[in-house]
């Protein structure tokens, strides 16, 4: 049985504003937003034996009855959110920082108080460095001060089921999670893999700092991961969100639904 769930958030036009708008592809019509990319958000839940785990926490949407719509999907599973044990932030986009705090009643705090939030120290001082206006540092003073944070450098593992690994490509110090638990090998790679299309195209992004670091990337993964049966988590996913590799007559590797 698969353990990762989408806590997908909806379905957005993102312009040069880099502002997130909700768009209702049954109604509403691209050409009346030109310039603009088309997204899905899906952070992502999983369980493991250590805890549930988070990957990117999400817009900071709120529902009807001013809840976090993060927290409001997590307990739709079934789940409560003193059980998140792990926050892990491929990067510190706005996009994929919403939900980490909490700023519901005027006073902000912490979304996940029982979590471990791990971030790249070298992304944590970027978001503070003023190059790039896609970084809330409102949210991040909130982590600072809570003691939830922790900062990793380059390679390693949070336990004996959790990895990361600097990878660059979208931000200069962007990180992607191996989660290796219940015989499965799930790979989140954030924004440098946001889409399952972009594991065929040979292309590079405009919005990527360094983007052939971020193409070339994408070719590894694909060629590592697909014959060792890796699970791919895609937070901007239009298609597939949670895909498994599977292999074709032809010897070559296709991607399936892993939730069908």
Known sequence: MIQAHSLFEGSFSVDSSKKFIPFDPQKDDPKDRPGSLFVHVHPFLIETSSGLVLCDTGLGLRTADDELLIHHNIKKLGFEVEEIKYVLMSHLHRDHTGGMVDFGQGAGRVAFPDAEYIVQQGEWEYAYSGASTSYDTAILDVLQRSGNLTLVEGEGAVNHEIGYVLNGGHTPYHQAFHIQTGG???????????????????????????????????????????????????????????????????????LIDAKS
Do not use: C, M, S
Not at 193 to 218: C, S, T
């Open 184 to 254: 499965e090998h799930f790979f989140f790679g954030g924004d440098v893999l946001p889409e399952p299309e972009e594991l065929f195209k040979n292309f590079i992004a405009k919005y990527d700092y360094d983007g052939r670091l971020a193409r070339d990337l994408r070719l590894q993964y694909w060629e590592k991961g697909a014959p060792e049966g890796w699970v791919y988590l895609f937070y901007h996913a239009k298609t597939i969100a949670i895909g498994r590799p599977e292999i074709k007559e032809d010897g070559n590797y296709k």
